[in-house]
């Protein structure tokens, strides 16, 4: 079980870059798939992206494909979204996730497959 916690978020223009850090903490970080959420006020969480546990694998919401990158450094045991190109809909709070399970991918998007999650960070994009 990993703890995990995420910083990076603030309030930024239109336009702007930003990176999310999400640092873990606790046994197995190098072995889980790893994700980011986020939910904007009034709506339901929504996936964002996920690596696996190598990096070798990687999945991003069409929509955000073209400016949002994950990364993650297994050594740092810290899991990255570079933003780009920041637009008012991307204003939510963002969570990271670790899957249930070692070595394992399967759906990535779906949030019942994560069993650890950290507790948001803001992002506030404005026009």
């Known amino acids: 079980q990993v703890q995990l916690v995420e910083s990076g978020g603030r309030l930024v223009q239109a336009g702007d870059s930003l990176r999310l850090s999400c640092a873990a903490s606790g046994r197995g970080f190098s072995t889980l798939t790893m994700a980011w959420f986020r939910q904007a006020p009034g709506k339901e969480r929504q996936f964002v992206a996920a690596?696996?546990?190598?990096?070798?694998?990687?999945s991003i919401l069409d929509s955000v494909k073209e400016r949002f990158t994950v990364s993650r450094d297994n050594a740092k045991n810290t899991l990255y979204l570079q933003m780009d190109s920041l637009e008012p809909e991307d204003t939510a709070v963002y969570y990271c996730a670790s899957h249930r399970r070692n070595y394992a991918y399967g759906q990535p998007a779906r949030s019942a497959e994560y069993g650890s999650w950290g507790q948001g960070t803001q992002v506030t994009v404005s026009s």
């Open positions: 690596i696996s546990w190598n990096g070798g694998s990687t």
